[in-house]
């Protein structure tokens, strides 16, 4: 089946619904900022590609300074190897024979490529795998108030850090934390009582790579770290919005979307249910905000379908045909839901591009 791309020069009104729809300009200034951020600061920028998936922004994040990529499984690494890029560091325990033999042969291809560990577990499947041939490079995953994955005590990171450093295929490249949104101290008071435990036995920390988008801003508050990594900056979205993290203006992706009914006066209905905006709450108590109906409030996802609650909006709410921009709660997820995303200046497309690493989660 051939898809119905927009033609280039196109407006947006000749999209077809649902797509997610991303503005150059902000794109491009959201990546522009956050990188002269972290080097006014003294940062190495490591951004994280689960939002966009794309290799054009990829590589747009890399002519603009940053040393390499973050990816969160052994796949989306794989295609972005595919792509040419060649510093990759996946945020992941990698476990199971299968994957450790495709992680193997994704580092004999990659100039750098470094993994984490939080377990003997995982740094004992790393070693069988790694015996022989070139290293592979690892970094301990700390538990800093994040409540994931990740070590509890600097203790347990410095005694992970010394199992690493004692296996020949091995090489322990620092230390890495997904911290809570806040918690610059704790992740600081960590990192550094880690780094002296490392320091007394003699094992060098060369790397300590924090992160998170809704702390980007906040980067320079952990003086202990070299890296920092962050995703959802690229196109921002509305739990970013509340956290302050960013401006309406820097709102840069939006689903393009159509209303199909409007059953009754205070109600209409959308075509992008949970297979375009996702089921993520994170915290609201609806699924995404219209642009131009502030009060208007997405109350429902079927799969295919959003019910709206026009509220005070009812007298002047977009009729059956017309088009809606939505703010999606939470970007990243909606890049991996759809195979393409367009591109446009002034609501004028500019580009279509097919999604790289859509559904790259083993």
């Known amino acids: 089946m051939t898809f119905p791309w927009p033609q280039l020069g196109a407006p947006l009104s000749d999209v077809i619904t649902p797509m997610p729809v991303i503005d150059e300009a902000r794109l491009a200034n959201n990546l522009t900022r956050a990188q002269a951020y972290m080097e006014h600061h003294g940062l190495i920028f490591r951004p994280h590609i689960k939002t966009h998936k794309l290799a054009s922004v990829a590589r747009f994040q890399i002519d603009a300074g940053a040393v390499g990529l973050n990816c969160q499984k052994l796949t989306e690494a794989e295609a972005f190897a595919d792509a040419g890029f060649d510093d990759i560091l996946v945020t992941y325990n990698i476990l199971g024979a299968e994957r450790l033999s495709r992680l193997r042969a994704l580092n004999d291809r990659l100039n750098l490529l470094t993994v984490c560990a939080d377990s003997h577990t995982t740094i004992s499947g790393y070693a069988g795998v790694f015996e022989t041939g070139k290293r592979l490079h690892v970094m301990v995953e700390c538990d800093t108030g994040g409540q994931r994955c990740g070590v509890q005590t600097p203790a347990d990171a410095a005694e992970l850090a010394a199992l690493i450093d ?26 550094a009582e880690t780094m002296a435990l490392l320091s007394a036995q003699g094992i060098e920390c060369p790397v300590r790579s924090t992160g998170g988008s809704p702390d980007l801003w906040s980067a320079h508050l952990v003086p202990a770290a ?136 083993w």
């Open 166 to 191: 004692d296996v020949p295929g091995l090489i322990f490249r620092g230390l890495m934390t997904y911290p809570s949104p806040g918690g610059a101290a704790k992740v600081q008071d960590f990192l």
């Open 226 to 361: 070299t890296e920092y990594r962050a995703g959802t900056y690229v196109y921002n979205d509305r739990a970013m919005l509340r956290a302050g993290e960013c401006g309406p203006d820097d709102l840069a992706m939006n689903v393009l979307a159509t209303v199909v009914s409007r059953p009754t006066p205070d109600r209409a209905v959308l075509d992008a249910g949970s297979k375009a905006l996702t089921s993520d709450l994170l915290g609201f108590s609806e699924y995404g905000t219209i642009e131009g109906l502030p009060d208007a409030r997405i109350i429902a996802l079927s799969e295919e379908h959003a019910v709206v609650d026009l509220g005070p909006h009812a007298g002047d709410a977009p009729e059956v045909g017309q088009q809606v921009r939505i703010v999606p709660n939470h970007c990243c997820v909606v890049s991996n839901l759809f195979d393409r995303v367009v591109f446009h200046r002034d609501g004028i497309v500019t580009r279509v591009e097919p999604l790289l690493a859509r559904g790259t989660v």
